[in-house]
């Protein structure tokens, strides 16, 4: 089946620096999520990219659906204590009988106040 | 408020114990979706449905059952649960054709000794 590559597996910062994870993937996808999932929580979206090429914010969040859709990338800019959580990125095909989405093993962030 | 509950959000269990994992949204939601969340290996589809009375397998179906009676309900089944179903479950619903509105449960803890 498809895989997502998302890297890097985990991250160490400072808050006040920006951070950038990104997912790769073996074959296309026609839409791409970001999701944060925190503690006990299930995963919540963040941000979703329908177009190749898109590059969309949600507040201090920036994603980009790369133009070959076999990539995507998520940016934090000026990390705060609250950013804490595991990011997973998504693809989902589209279209047919199953609205599946095939995740990424995640990024554990972890802020340094 | 738009949700998806699942129940009960902690269970251990012996195996061979036949046990049922309820999912409900409120949404009116199409699309529901079951995966299980393991220690690096991320998000996998168990099974899904379409609509009421039809439900298909995802990535890994083997040992789960499930049934889709109503729209906003659809429970996870497993007959006989083994240790290798130990793992954190979440059920997920959206409209059909839009990840959009793709939401996630809490999460249901299972543990089979």
């Known amino acids: 089946g498809q895989q997502l590559n998302q890297s890097p597996q985990s991250m160490f910062i400072q808050e006040g620096e920006d951070v950038s994870m990104n997912c790769t993937s073996s074959s296309i996808f026609n839409t791409w999520l970001w999701y944060k999932q925190e503690p006990g929580e299930g995963p919540v979206l963040l941000i979703a990219l329908y177009k190749a090429g898109e590059l969309t914010s949600n507040g201090r969040l920036t994603a980009q659906f790369g133009i070959t859709r076999k990539d995507s990338f998520l940016n934090i800019s000026a990390s705060i204590p609250s950013d804490v959580g595991i990011y997973f990125c998504?693809?989902?095909?589209?279209?047919?009988?199953?609205?599946?989405?095939?995740f990424g093993k995640g990024t554990l962030l972890t802020v340094n106040p | 408020e738009a949700q998806v509950t699942q129940n009960p959000r902690y269970l251990i269990t012996v195996t061979g114990k036949k046990l049922t994992v309820t999912c409900s949204q409120n949404m009116n939601h199409e699309y529901m979706s079951w995966y299980r969340q393991d220690p690096g290996l991320g998000l996998r589809q168990i099974y899904y449905s379409m609509n009421v009375e039809v439900t298909d397998k995802g990535d890994v179906p083997e040992g789960y059952k499930v049934s889709r009676k109503e729209k906003r309900n659809f429970p996870l089944i497993l007959e006989s649960p083994s240790p290798n179903q130990t793992s954190l479950y979440f059920c997920a619903s959206s409209f059909a054709g839009t990840p959009y509105g793709y939401t996630f449960g809490s999460g249901t803890r299972l543990t089979v000794v």
């Open positions: 998504a693809g989902q095909l589209g279209g047919g009988s199953n609205y599946k989405l095939t």
